[in-house]
């Protein structure tokens, strides 16, 4: 990824802390993910002793953990403290609701670098997070590290249509990046098996929002937190004139009264396998020819 691309992680931070009072009552889509990755959990045969969810934001994936596996450590991590708060907040209700329930630990932290124990953790859970990570091969080898064996990770991110009628939009008003870059599901797909994960299955849908007006569509955007941070962002605030061209551009995709926002949903799981073992119970290790000779 060029640099341009990269995120600011300094900024983002710092958008996701302000935006902590306002993302719940704007993150329709956020939630509506939660809800069907929570779904997916009755499909998988799984009784953790340590959860993590890695990106926990506000913590709306809390309450369904915690009453999914009420025996369960969870680990609420997040890069913004503001979250957690938040988050902390919301599961405090479910803790008196489920009566003696241990409260999630907060972990103020970047999934690029968990400060986690090696195979500490039986499921880690992401829900819509690794969108925000740079490297994201580095984020998996951490997951990875951080599960152990017979562990599962389950995921949701955004593919590379998302926003696609925004970034459409912006395309000639200035040279600067505007939307995020967002990777291929088959390109994940390679980065779990690189990272050492077995058994990955993915798949992808598209949601769509409808909006007043390309200001509307903004202002839900900024309300969660889901700022410009790239480094080739403009140089501060838009101008007039170029939100003025991006709406007119957006005008052509109005549908009955309303401008589409098409955010692609990529979901994702894998394991972290068992160690090999040999009929005698040894470890099994692979040795691969480097071609010397």
Known sequence: MSDEWLIDKRLARRAFERAAATYDAAAVLQNEVCVRMLARLDYVKLAPAVVLDAGAGTGSALPGLMRRFPRTRVIALDLALAMLRRARNRAALWERLLLRRAAPAPLCADIEQLPLAQASVDLAWSNLALQWVNDPSRAFTELHRVLAPGGLLMFSTFGP?????????????????????????????????????????????????????????????????????????????????????????????????????????????????????????????????????
């Open 161 to 293: 249509d998302t926003l696609g009628e925004l970034r459409a939009a912006y395309r000639g008003t200035d040279s600067h990046t505007h939307v995020n870059r967002f990777i291929d599901m088959h390109d994940i797909g390679d980065m779990l098996v690189h990272g050492g994960f077995a058994d990955p299955v993915m798949d992808m849908e598209r949601l769509t929002l409808t909006y007043a007006d390309v200001r509307e569509l903004m202002r839900d955007l900024k309300a969660i937190g889901a700022h410009n941070v790239t480094r080739g962002r403009p140089p501060g605030l838009s101008g007039k004139s170029r939100i003025a061209a991006v709406a007119h551009n957006y005008e052509a995709l109005r549908r009955e009264g309303r401008l589409p926002a098409t955010f692609e949903v990529v979901y994702g799981h894998a394991w972290k396998p068992m160690p090999r073992v040999s009929p005698t119970g040894r470890p099994v290790i692979d040795i691969k020819p480097t071609g010397r000779r």
